[in-house]
């Protein structure tokens, strides 16, 4: 910067004209500027040059041709985002208000509620006050508006399918349905029945409630779980199928009453759970949950009164009860998987015949819910007469009661391997013992060796244990009883 002239001009005032290069952003040296600086008294020549090179690096206005190279929907939203000719002012939000401006046209070309806000018989003046929806959805709603981009996510979609109703935008709405279609069949489902349940969605409440079914061991413990609403948490509850135990569902509804609980500033106990659950409570299945888990979980903690608690318990030694349901929550369509079991590692002969009346039996359980379809038997060794083809199989549950009896006819020739198809499958609830028992073969017969006290398949658990009932060799060493399929 040179100097090129002084002087004097108003009283008070002093002129300098000043010379500065100009260079471009590669630091190439371009034209001269002369300026004609008017200085006032009371401030320093360094405090005017500083104040002229501020102004001078500072942004340039916007060019006029904004429009140019942008597509429709970017020009729209460019104006948008800039304000430029917006004639008509949101605030929105309830405590901390956003003012947000847009464009009347814009808006009453997509939607028929802001068309008849503006141009009905009492059009809005002023600025519009909006308070059930947040800034941040707003902004989702006008960028789809102006741009046809829709903002959403499973976080947001709630509220935007709140926008999409409330301003008529079925095209918007139909988006936010196809991604909540496309995520049904994961750990959301809870999330996205409680979604089609409040905004009457009902082919997706039909198939989030089946994923749940199918898959509640895994949807049940999923994070949005326990914000469910209460009808939907009902409709879980009333399932007569659904794959996971009574534990897991009992488990579930106290947990789902805690969060219940807090987001109304109450402590989780047992007369404030029992008071949030309200009938819920006598949806569970409670003789059918665990009985560790029952007694020290349950029977103290003020979740149910002292005759209910007495009822259970009295359950669990035979004795109905007419507070809760006893049957087991069980279907096909349920079971997913199915599985084959063979607990020996090697084949054996003979196994021989026993006289008197005697019983092969082995206890089984399970780590998760199943449908019992078959029993695997050792056949015989050699050719069989047909007076001794005869066998009974006996299915106990953990109380000792029998609860399923079939006779099978053995094959007549030797075969290592023979399978009892269960006339009809036999739901175990998940955790629970049950009982193989088989009439004493009257053959000489194949036996395992060298078997296998668990059998896993991928994360399901089969443990075998010696049987009480057992009046012969078979053990969890050795024996008959050679596996079981089921369906899980």
Not at 127 to 133: A, G, K, L, S
Not at 253 to 263: D, G, M, N, R, V
Request: overall charge negative; proline content about 3%.
């Amino acid at each position: 910067m040179a100097e090129n002239k002084s002087g004097k001009g108003e009283e008070g005032k002093a002129t300098k004209t000043v010379k500065i290069d100009v260079q471009d952003t590669d630091g190439e040296e371009g034209r001269q500027l002369h300026l004609l600086f008017i200085y006032f008294s009371g401030v320093s020549e360094k405090g005017h040059l500083d104040c002229f090179q501020r102004n001078l690096m500072a942004e340039p206005e916007e060019k006029v041709d904004w429009q140019d190279g942008k597509s429709l929907s970017e020009c729209m939203m460019y104006m948008l985002e800039k304000e430029i000719m917006c004639d008509v002012t949101f605030r929105v939000g309830t405590d901390d208000q956003s003012i947000i401006k847009a464009h009347k046209y814009m808006l009453a070309s997509r939607s028929p509620v802001f068309y008849t806000m503006f141009e009905g018989s009492c059009p809005e003046k002023g600025e519009i006050v909006v308070t059930d929806i947040n800034s941040a959805t707003f902004k989702v709603l006008l960028k789809y508006i102006y741009s046809d981009v829709l903002d959403l996510s499973l976080d947001n979609i709630q509220e935007v399918l709140y926008v999409a109703e409330k301003y008529m935008l079925s095209t918007m709405k139909d988006e936010c349905t196809s991604l909540l279609l496309s995520s049904v069949e994961t750990s959301n489902a809870p999330g996205i029945f409680n979604v089609a349940s409040h905004f009457h969605l009902e082919h997706l409440k039909i198939k989030s409630l089946e994923h749940i079914q199918k898959n509640a061991a895994e949807c049940l413990i999923a994070p949005n779980a326990i914000k469910m609403s209460k009808e939907c948490m009902e409709a879980i509850l009333r399932l007569d199928s659904i794959y996971c135990s009574e534990t897991d569902i009992c488990r579930f509804l106290i947990k789902w009453a805690s969060h219940h609980c807090e987001t109304e500033g109450k402590t989780a106990s047992g007369e404030n759970l029992r008071e949030i659950t309200g009938p819920l409570l006598y949806l569970i299945r409670f003789p059918l949950v665990d009985r560790e888990y029952f007694a020290n979980e349950i029977a103290h903690s003020g979740l149910l009164n002292s005759e209910e608690v007495i009822s259970v318990f009295s359950s669990h030694y035979g004795r109905k009860n007419g507070v809760f349901a006893e049957s087991v929550r069980n279907s096909k369509l349920c079971y997913k998987k199915d599985c084959t079991v063979w607990r020996h590692k090697s084949v054996a002969s003979p196994w021989y015949q026993h006289s008197g009346k005697k019983y092969d039996a082995l206890n089984v359980k399970v780590n998760r819910n199943i449908e019992l379809k078959s029993v695997i038997l050792f056949g015989p060794v050699g050719n069989v007469s047909s007076s001794a083809r005869e066998i009974t199989v006996k299915i106990l549950n953990d109380s000792g009661n029998e609860i399923f009896t079939q006779k099978y006819e053995s094959c007549t020739q030797s075969s290592e391997l023979q399978t009892v198809i269960l006339s009809e499958p036999i739901p175990i609830n998940a955790n629970e013992l049950f009982t193989i028992m088989v009439d004493s073969i009257k053959f000489d017969a194949f036996y395992g060796k060298q078997c296998k006290p668990k059998c896993r398949i991928d994360d399901i658990v089969i443990s075998f244990e010696n049987s009480p009932n057992c009046t012969t060799g078979t053990s969890v060493e050795q024996g008959q009883i050679a596996g079981i399929e089921f369906n899980a």
